[in-house]
């Protein structure tokens, strides 16, 4: 587990479970910020961006002033993990979108909103992880997005026993389709963390 130092994660707070996330990095130790405000990002090692509704979690964004200092903040390669909506929204191309939906458009994945229809619109699944490990992580899956394909700058960390992408990696950026907030394993959250912890070291050196 990750001892106490001064990283310090953001979690976008506008919508969804951002609380659940709160709580799992403060089990890890590191300093979590909600944020609300273009503001609240300074100073931040990292962001989550919860689950909840992307199409709300769009509009505020943009009500809020946050669209573009978050993707100024994404041109310099700071590290974001989006999980359920949040990689809705961070993704650059999004079937199933409103619109007029806003998206960051950073990560070089082809989402699709809401993919598994009505029969299994939320299950739980045991995943093989390879970066995090065994045992398999306990995914929860709420209406949840899939990723269709990634681009060749983003890589697939995990996919479905029958072969679809459930998340992805892209340099900093981290992609879930599952909410690892919802359980007490907290190895997605300590790898971001770690994500964090790297990307900082070497802005120092
Ligand atoms: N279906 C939601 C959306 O499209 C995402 C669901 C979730 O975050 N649990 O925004």
Known sequence: MTERDNTTIGVLAL???FAEHVAALSRLGVTVREVRLPEHLEGLDGLIIPGGESTTIGKLA?????????????????????????????????VGALPDQVFLEAMDIRVRRNA?????E????????????????????IR????E?????????ARLPDGRIVAARQEHLLATA????????????DYFVSIAREARQRRQE
């Open 116 to 120: 598994f229809g009505r029969q299994r």
């Open 62 to 94: 943009v009500r809020w002033g946050l669209v573009v200092p978050l993707q100024e903040l994404l041109a310099a390669n700071w590290p974001v993990w989006g999980t359920c909506a949040g990689l809705i929204f961070l993704a650059r191309d999004v």
């Open 144 to 147: 949840a997005p899939l990723i």
């Open 178 to 189: 599952f909410h690892p907030e919802l359980t007490d394993d907290l190895r997605m959250h």
């Open 122 to 141: 939320s299950f739980e699944i045991d995943l093989d992880l390879p970066v995090i490990g065994q045992p398999p992580f306990h995914a929860v899956f």
């Open 15 to 17: 919508q969804g479970d």
């Open 149 to 157: 394909a990634v681009g060749p700058a983003a890589e697939v960390l």
